[in-house]
Nanobody, 124 residues
Framework: QVQLVESGGGLVQAGGSLRLSCVAS????????MGWFRQAPGKEREFVAA????????LYADSVKGRFTISRDNAKNTVYLQMNSLKPEDTAVYYC?????????????????WGQGTQVTVSS
């Protein structure tokens, strides 16, 4: 059993920053790819960013590239998403997830455990 718990969401003005955290327990955290996804009302869940088990490789959606940074601390079983220059279109529930696979990081289907989500709201 794997548990993922996100935190750090909130309300922020456009141009502001937030840092999301996701603490994992239950499976060897350091051996898994970790990803962040988001889902806005009425829309499908979409990929945001992912990071390899070592942290050496990362992948970002084009919409967040240059503004968001994913990182991880395996000693703390935690993955982070630093979000800068936030835009109203970034408003969504953000989920972290873990994947046992080494490829296709951008697909929802590659991830087998999900957190409960944390709301991010960006006002204009």
């Amino acid at each position: 059993q794997v548990q993922l718990v996100e935190s750090g969401g909130g309300l922020v003005q456009a141009g502001g920053s937030l840092r999301l955290s996701c603490v994992a327990s239950g499976r060897t955290f350091s051996s898994n790819v970790m990803g962040w996804f988001r889902q806005a009302p009425g829309k499908e869940r979409e990929f945001v960013a992912a990071i390899s088990w070592s942290g050496a490789s990362t992948l970002y959606a084009d919409s967040v590239k240059g503004r968001f940074t994913i990182s991880r601390d395996n000693a703390k079983n935690t993955v982070y998403l630093q979000m800068n220059s936030l835009k109203p279109e970034d408003t969504a529930v953000y989920y972290c997830a873990t994947s046992p696979y080494s490829s296709n990081w951008g697909s929802v289907r590659s991830y087998d455990y999900w957190g409960q989500g944390t709301q991010v709201t960006v006002s204009s």
